[in-house]
């Protein structure tokens, strides 16, 4: 019996500080579809909301219109950032009562909103930082997002072909990575996954401990980062200094044809990491990752990642930060079998961001 049910992701919701230029900016190279809004013209005094969709993954922009609001401060803090990771559960109350007997923080009780398309139950906990994770029952609604919003037109024609279908895994940021993991341990009754890494990957390069925690069916899955030591200054310091402390620090977004939605992206302007050519060219890539769906010069050309374990191989590549400080950044993964995250690739990662540390002065 599952103590904390999950039906999976419902919602990346993001505070940026232009909610409309963000919306037109995943429109145009994320290739999403904007669905709902709401704003001063409908209800929404302070705030300006947009909510993008690519098949079942949905983003939300909330954006301040006027001086002094929460979400303005949040923004002024953080920068452009993520604030709730909401979570779609079967029964909120259920869900809110559990989470609060095990120590977590509530934030919203469960309430109950209503329109025209039906109802509702919503409510919130705190996680990591000042990032919430809102616990929705939307299944008796039709309606575009949430009551109050309104059906929205795209902002531009949606591609035919959408870049990406789902919301993979989500990444955190934190101080103190088996607190946290056993947070979601307690809270939730997640489990960590199979691939953690601790030690061993405490090398030159990378500096950081990551563990993996997700629900009995592996539709959420959220990996926590924490700093380990090192000569340099970790990529995760580095998030945690610029942030303002612990925060998402990245989506992971799955698309079942990596190639093209890189080619798409890359032709919006998406700036993606850059994998070393010795990656490629290591004898031992393709011992380790046999025979994949492409050529690897068709991947060397793009820049993907591929890893391998005993379930399947992954196709994998992350973008730069998508705001000026070098915080929140974006990941597409194509898997094939493997439920990893691509382990095998974390040193060829960490070379890629530290050379773009490096270029910003913060190594
Ligand atoms: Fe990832």
Redesign the pocket.
């Known amino acids: 019996m599952d103590e904390f049910p999950v039906k999976g992701m419902d919602a990346v919701v993001f505070a940026v500080g232009n909610a409309k230029q963000a919306a037109h900016y995943y429109s145009t190279a994320f290739g999403m579809r904007r669905v709902a809004y709401r704003g001063p013209e409908n209800g929404s005094p302070d705030e300006a909301v947009h909510v993008l969709e690519s098949g079942g993954a949905r983003f939300v922009f909330r954006g301040p219109v006027r001086a002094g609001t929460g979400i303005g401060r949040h923004v002024a803090e953080h920068g452009d950032g993520i604030v709730d990771l909401a979570i779609e559960v079967p029964d909120v109350e259920a869900a809110y009562r559990h989470a609060v007997a095990k120590g977590a923080t509530g934030l919203e009780e469960p309430h109950v909103m209503e329109d025209e398309y039906g109802k509702v139950t919503i409510a919130a906990i705190a996680t990591y930082g000042e990032t919430r994770h809102s616990l929705v029952d939307r299944s008796n609604y039709s309606g575009p997002y949430l009551p109050g919003f309104a059906a929205a037109d795209p902002i531009v024609e949606p591609p035919e072909k959408r870049f990406f279908q789902a919301i993979d ?1 989500c ?1 955190g940021n934190v101080e103190r990575m088996d607190e946290w993991a056993g947070f979601y341990h307690r809270v939730m009754g997640f489990t960590d996954m199979a691939e953690f890494i601790g030690d061993d990957i405490a090398t030159e390069y990378s500096a950081l401990m990551s563990k993996v925690v997700a629900d009995g069916t592996r539709k959420v899955k959220f ?1 926590l980062n924490e700093p380990a030591e090192s000569k340099r200054k970790s990529q995760i310091d580095e998030y945690l200094e610029f942030y303002g402390g612990p925060g998402v620090q ?1 989506i ?1 977004l799955a698309t079942n044809d990596i190639l093209a939605s890189v080619d798409r992206m890359r032709a919006a302007g998406v700036e993606f990491l850059d994998s070393p050519d010795s990656y490629y060219d290591d004898p031992e890539l393709r011992a380790r990752i046999g025979e994949v769906r492409v050529p690897i010069e068709e991947l060397r050309a793009r820049r993907i990642l591929v890893d391998r374990d005993e379930d399947g191989y992954l196709l ?1 590549i992350f973008t730069k930060p998508v705001q000026d400080r070098p915080t929140v950044f974006f ?1 597409l ?1 194509e898997r094939h079998g493997s439920l990893g ?2 382990k095998g690739n974390f040193k060829a990662l960490f070379e890629a961001i530290e050379r773009e540390q490096e270029r910003r002065g913060n190594l």
């Open positions: 895994h990444v990996p990245h992971a994998q990941e993964i995250f691509g």
